[in-house]
């Protein structure tokens, strides 16, 4: 129901978020959407409902702190008990013979009327959005529009549409873009709905999809698919990644290209599965045994999801690296207008070499061999996980761990020379603000808000390692103070960067897995530097 009023929304113009909020039960609980829309980018919801569409009593009753003088509440006059506009639902499902979901299409039907969105846009968006039962959708629809009238008329706003996505799809999509061709996966919350969407894009697809008994068996497969020359993807959470990380230490030595999609959500352990967090930075900074270069980009709305996706795919192939997407449940599951940016072009990876002399862990002045795939006529290809020699012969060769050690170093120099020529720090806001926002990941959009509304300057660095030292120096020039915020209760990103003598003067943490308003937020970050 929350998808297709932001669609109503978007049909007439507006730029829409959704946060969607469930709890991790098979059937039953109590789930909502907040959708906001607005003329601008959104990606932040806020502490206050124009309004309130009820289908049971805990629709009011847990959310009283969003109703407001002027707040409209549409309700089944069935079930609910409350002032606003009652629309007899369970009626009208009865009359029509209808199942008890088709309440929503009653709900948004009145709705619709209430906003003063006319019928034939209710009507488009249904036949494009339901696929199923659609003619009792409507006729459902049409009955609960009929049974409320005009209360808070939402004027229509003269602008182009944009498709609405989610930070999952967005991921997806940019992971096709940046020419991927193998995804393999366990579910696991906040990420199994990227397997799904490239399950079935796969249908229209040169794309091998597939779904392995556990998460060591995923990254596994995943490597194998780079060795044989297909770009490969895994996604997962916490748990999972705990299952993967020596899987990623055999990416560090035998430098194959992969890229994992990692949801944080609440934790340690079980956690609370489908609830948000930023606590997993550090993890995935230092994971696997030993030392290697790795990528990790941490997107902050769906826009940029695709676009840093894309190049996560790019970057790992052309350095032949782990690389990580470090989501949270906020941006995997929330639902954004989404504003295509392409990725830049950061060059081919290197495939050239001669097959009859081939050793694929040559020696380079950038530390990045030629990578051959068989079946390649001529070429010996073996990669190891043991210590080796250009040739991956296994050694335990002084001399030859050093000087490989080394060739691995001088990737990760490669690879740090690059992060910082990507635009890997974004600035918004007042940009000569003495005072900053720094933030990372999901907390973009709600930080871009606070920062134009209190004339402040925000700061986020979308490339967390290796950490875009340069570039962040820059974008803190003329800053006095600078305050942190984060989803965790110890400060993650303040802990990373002290590292390179950026100390934060303050932080705003939250950690009870729910992301902040901008009221909220606003009031907190008041707060800190009164």
């Known amino acids: 129901a929350g998808l297709i009023v932001a669609h109503l929304l978007n049909h007439i113009g507006y730029r829409v978020y959704m946060y969607f909020d469930y709890p991790s039960l098979i059937k039953g609980g109590h789930n909502f959407a907040l959708v906001r829309g607005r003329g601008s980018p959104v990606g932040a919801h806020r502490n206050r409902a124009d309004f309130i569409l009820a289908l049971n009593q805990d629709s009011i009753d847990l959310h009283g702190d969003l109703i407001r003088d002027e707040t409209t509440i549409l309700f089944d006059s069935g079930r609910v008990d409350t002032d606003g506009i009652p629309v007899p639902v369970s009626e009208i499902l009865t009359e029509l013979d209808a199942p008890a979901v088709m309440g929503n299409s009653c709900i948004i039907g009145a709705f619709a009327r209430s906003a003063g969105i006319e019928w034939v846009v209710l009507e488009s968006v249904f036949r494009q959005k339901i696929p199923k039962e659609l003619e009792k959708n409507l006729q459902v629809a049409r009955r609960g529009y009929d049974a409320a009238h005009v209360a808070h008329e939402i004027e229509p706003i003269a602008q182009e549409t944009h498709p609405i996505l989610t930070g999952n799809e967005a991921i997806g999509i940019g992971l096709l873009h940046g020419g991927l061709e193998a995804f393999v996966a366990y579910p696991m919350t906040p990420t199994s709905n990227i397997l799904h ?15 392995p ?180 012969i296994t050694t335990e060769d002084a001399d030859t761990i050093r000087i490989m050690t080394d060739k691995r170093k001088q990737k990760a120099a490669s690879l740090q020379a690059a992060v910082e020529d990507l ?80 100390p934060t003067d303050d932080q705003v943490l939250r950690y009870d897995g729910r992301p902040n308003s901008v009221e909220e937020l606003v009031a907190r970050v008041k707060e800190v530097l009164a």
């Open 423 to 502: 635009g890997s720090v974004i600035v918004r806001g007042k940009a000569d603000a003495s005072t900053a926002i720094l933030c990372w990941g999901s907390n973009l959009s709600v930080c871009t808000e606070v920062a134009d509304s209190l004339g402040l300057r925000l700061i986020q660095p979308v490339v967390l390692w290796p950490f875009p030292i340069e570039t962040f120096q820059k974008a803190l020039l003329g800053v006095e103070r600078l305050v942190l915020v984060e989803d965790s209760a110890y400060g993650q990103l303040s802990m990373l960067i002290s590292g390179y003598g950026f």
């Open 197 to 211: 969407f490239l399950a079935e894009s796969a249908v229209d697809l040169p794309l091998d999809v597939v779904h």
């Open 213 to 392: 008994e556990n998460e060591i068996a995923v990254f596994l497969m995943a490597l194998g698919f780079a060795y044989a020359g297909k770009k490969a993807a895994v996604c997962t959470s916490g748990g999972g990644f705990c299952l993967m990380t020596e899987g990623l230490s055999l990416a560090g030595m035998a430098e194959l290209p992969a890229v994992v999609v990692m949801g944080q959500r609440t934790g340690p352990s079980t956690g609370v599965p489908t609830y948000t967090a930023q606590t997993d930075l550090h993890f995935m900074i230092h994971a696997g045994h030993g030392e290697f270069p790795r990528l990790v980009i941490a997107p902050g709305d769906a826009a940029q999801a695709f676009t840093w996706s894309s190049l996560a795919l790019s970057m790992a192939w052309k350095y032949q690296i782990p690389a990580i997407i470090l989501a949270d449940k906020t941006l995997c599951e929330g639902s954004y207008s989404f504003e295509r940016v392409a990725p830049p072009d950061i060059g081919k990876a290197k495939g050239k070499a001669d097959p009859d002399d081939y050793r694929r862990y040559t020696l380079t002045r950038d530390g990045i061999s030629p990578m051959l795939h068989p079946p390649g006529p001529g070429a010996v290809i073996k990669v190891n996980g043991y210590a080796h020699d250009e040739a991956g």
